[in-house]
């Protein structure tokens, strides 16, 4: 079974910025940042691949960086420049199986993610 808990969440003014962590039980695995907002879809927004390469997605390319300290069993997502539409619930998540397809300008497969955090707050006011 594999942990996640993730912390650093909370309120902040746009503009402003957050780093949330993600503590894991494993980080050798494909690795990532979900996120969902009240009555949308859960979205992809940024994963760190096996080989340590990443990827964001699109909305947050520019402002968002994922990162992981493999000593420290830790996984990051910083969040600078913060947007009203950046409030939601984020979800550390973990998988031996990829969840992210460069194909058709990117897409995400939240389908294919079977161990996910308990989702932490972030709320972005304007």
């Known amino acids: 079974q594999v942990q996640l808990v993730e912390s650093g969440g909370g309120s902040v003014q746009a503009g402003g910025s957050l780093r949330l962590s993600c503590r894991a039980s494993r980080v050798d695995w494909y690795m990532g940042w979900f996120r969902q907002a009240p009555g949308k879809e859960r979205e992809g927004v940024a994963i760190?691949?096996?080989?340590?390469?990443?990827t964001v997605a699109r909305s947050v390319k520019g402002r968002f960086t994922i990162s992981k300290d493999t000593a420290e069993h830790t996984l990051y997502l910083q969040m600078n420049s913060l947007k009203s539409e950046d409030s939601a619930v984020y979800y550390c998540?973990?998988?031996?199986?990829?969840?992210?397809?460069?194909?058709?300008?990117?897409?995400?497969?939240?389908?294919?993610?079977?161990?996910w955090g308990q989702g932490t707050q972030v709320t972005v006011s304007s």
């Open positions: 998540v973990t998988d031996r199986i990829n969840f992210y397809s460069a194909l058709n300008g990117g897409t995400w497969y939240p389908a294919n993610v079977d161990y």
């Open positions: 760190i691949n096996k080989d340590g390469s990443t």
